[in-house]
């Protein structure tokens, strides 16, 4: 069983950043593929950023893209999902979730079902 634990949301005014952050409760940490995820009240949990197991492939709705940056580390002691987000806009409200894909894919995939786990997610407020 993976936990996931995001961390980072808040209040934030428009133009401003955030960086979101994921502790996993696993050591095998490397071989799950993550992603991002928001859901803003009254809409469908949509798909935001995801990057493969080695870090080196990265996929981004067209909304964040240029704006936000997901990254990981996966050194032995330290391992963890960041997503950096910059020019926050007030679209950009939701709650914002972690989650881990355990099937081996040579690119990470956009769509909910993929993933087996989830975190509780955090809330980013972006006012105008």
């Known amino acids: 069983q993976v936990q996931l634990v995001e961390s980072g949301g808040g209040l934030v005014q428009a133009g401003g950043s955030l960086r979101l952050s994921c502790a996993a409760s696993?050591?095998?940490?490397?071989?799950?593929?993550m992603g991002w995820f928001r859901q803003a009240p009254g809409k469908e949990r949509e798909f935001v950023a995801a990057?493969?197991?080695?870090?080196?492939?990265?996929?981004?709705a067209d909304s964040v893209k240029g704006r936000f940056t997901i990254s990981r580390v996966n050194a032995k002691n330290t391992m963890s999902l960041s997503l950096q987000m910059n020019s926050l806009e007030p679209e950009d409200t939701a709650v914002y979730y972690c989650?881990?894909?355990?099937?081996?894919?040579?690119?990470?995939?956009?769509?909910?079902?993929?993933?087996?786990?989830w975190g509780q997610g955090t809330q980013v407020t972006v006012s105008s």
């Open positions: 696993v050591r095998t940490f490397s071989i799950y593929v």
């Open positions: 989650a881990a894909d355990r099937t081996v894919r040579i690119y990470p995939s956009g769509g909910s079902m993929a993933y087996d786990y």
């Open positions: 990057i493969s197991r080695s870090g080196d492939a990265t996929r981004y």
